[in-house]
């Protein structure tokens, strides 16, 4: 009985976020969803708090510091015009051509994702290919779907790049400078697939010529001292992340100490940077965590987890695949935070599946699982609501079949890959 209700509870809240009737932030229906397992009865106001702090062997405080300082640094790059002033370097390299955009637009999609954020790309690209869109006659509707796709299949690369990493990482103690020898190759293999992919379908679309007004490059960074300082912090900690587990340092505390440093020193204006935060999506974020400890208190968890046991009889590279297919649908049908915070909860401490393998098809199938439809990520549910604030029109469908015929052959050749190099460092 308490189970129906919290899965009625769950639908319904999870309906209410995608579809946002009214046009209402997604946090206030996560929030609303909240307050209806508490109102009846399925949670306490203690076991909110304490989902907080724990969900399974994962500390939601600590995705929410992790995700909160990455906003900042980006943020601030972003408000100082850094994001802007790559973008439109792209354009002027272009050379008023429409192929070389599509490829540098490609580049530096990857780029950014890799070593900030997959969100990061998509919230402030987003807007500027737009507005390109608006002085210029290229159907942006390729460039945008091609930034998409790329965001999150670049993101796969480092446990920084999305927060579903970082969950999984907490989870399955994964070791950052291990992990990013360890993708790197599958990567850079499998984003270049993709570039050709996209670029034989987009072809007749990308190869025009085009003019963009004249901006001076010059004063596009407002200021040059602070974007430096926030720059520079975001390489350290590339760096920091390398070393920190042989000083035994959690890689949220290294993350939120350079974050805090990089502010001090900056001197940036602390007030204009925490209102330009995007709080709403912490706040979602938070209420996911929330409305997952459900599944532990109503039992549903452990039942999902017989049914998934019972339904993954495969090992080796049979059982990898098959399971990073079923993590990116589940991710794509439901959202990649929550769905990678549950999917981790149930096979942290799984047999059927090797360790390290169980960890990757996480990691892979939750970012690519942002391509399997819209609301598979925040970033991209966000995303659609720039997009149809302007005269441009993505069909839900159409999305999802460009995102399929571009990820569905990346998770094979990266899947094969990984398999290759965990089989010869004997990890399998």
Same mark, same amino acid.
């Given at each position: 009985m308490v189970g129906g209700l919290? !899965?009625?509870?769950?639908?319904? #809240? @999870?309906?209410?976020?995608? *579809?946002?009737?009214?046009? %209402?932030?997604?946090?206030f229906y996560a929030l609303l969803g909240v307050f209806a397992l508490v109102l009846s009865g399925i949670l =306490?106001? =203690?076991? %909110?708090? $304490?989902?907080?702090? =724990?969900?399974?062997?994962?500390?939601? @405080?600590?995705?929410?510091?992790?995700? !909160?300082?990455?906003?900042?640094? =980006? #943020?601030?790059?972003d408000r100082f015009g850094f994001f802007k002033f790559m973008a439109l370097k792209c354009v002027k390299l272009a050379k008023h051509d429409g192929l070389k955009l599509f490829k540098y637009l490609f580049i530096l999609s990857a780029i950014i994702s890799y070593v900030a954020a997959n969100d990061i790309v998509i919230l402030t690209l987003t807007p500027f290919v737009l507005c390109f869109a608006q002085y210029t006659h290229i159907d942006v509707k390729s460039y945008l779907i091609t930034m998409f796709i790329v965001a999150n299949t670049a993101s796969i690369g480092q446990l920084t790049s999305n927060p579903t990493n970082f969950i999984v990482a907490s989870a399955f103690?994964?070791?950052?400078?291990?992990?990013?020898?360890?993708?790197?190759?599958? #990567? %850079?293999?499998?984003?270049?697939?993709? @570039?050709?992919?996209?670029k034989n379908i987009f072809y007749k679309k990308i190869d025009v010529k085009f003019h963009e007004r004249r901006v001076d490059l010059n004063k596009i960074i407002t200021d040059k001292y602070k974007c430096g300082v926030f720059f520079v912090t975001l390489i350290l900690l590339m760096i920091l992340f390398a070393v920190a587990p042989y000083f035994n340092l959690q890689l949220w505390f290294v993350s939120l100490a350079c974050t805090l440093l990089a502010v001090a020193v900056s001197r940036v204006s602390v007030v204009s940077l925490v209102k330009k935060l995007p709080w709403g999506v912490i706040g979602l974020v938070a209420c996911f965590f929330v409305i997952l400890s459900g599944f532990e208190v109503t039992g549903m968890i452990d039942k999902l987890e017989v049914y998934m046991v019972n339904f993954m009889q495969w090992s080796g590279f049979v059982g990898f695949s098959i399971f990073t297919g079923l993590t990116a649908v589940s991710c794509g049908l439901f959202n990649n935070i929550p769905t990678t915070a549950l999917l981790t909860a149930i096979t942290s401490e799984w047999t059927t599946l090797n360790h390290e393998l169980t960890a990757y098809a996480l990691i892979i199938g939750s970012n690519v699982g942002a391509n399997v439809t819209i609301i598979g990520s925040l970033?991209?549910? *966000?995303? *659609?609501?720039?997009? $149809? /604030? #302007?005269?441009?029109?993505? /069909?839900?469908?159409?999305f999802t079949k460009y995102g399929l015929l571009a990820s569905v052959p990346f998770v094979v050749v990266v899947c094969v890959i990984i398999y290759l190099e965990l089989a010869i460092i004997n990890k399998i």
């Open positions: 919290f !899965l009625i509870i769950f639908i319904l #809240t @999870y309906f209410f976020i995608i *579809m946002r009737p009214f046009k %209402v932030h997604e946090f =306490s106001f =203690s076991e %909110v708090g $304490k989902s907080l702090l =724990s969900f399974d062997n994962v500390q939601p @405080y600590t995705v929410l510091i992790f995700f !909160l300082t990455f906003a900042v640094l =980006s #943020t601030g790059l103690n994964l070791n950052f400078l291990e992990n990013l020898l360890v993708m790197f190759l599958p #990567t %850079v293999i499998g984003l270049i697939l993709i @570039y050709f992919i996209l970033a991209g549910i *966000m995303w *659609m609501h720039l997009v $149809k /604030n #302007t005269k441009q029109r993505i /069909n839900w469908l159409d």
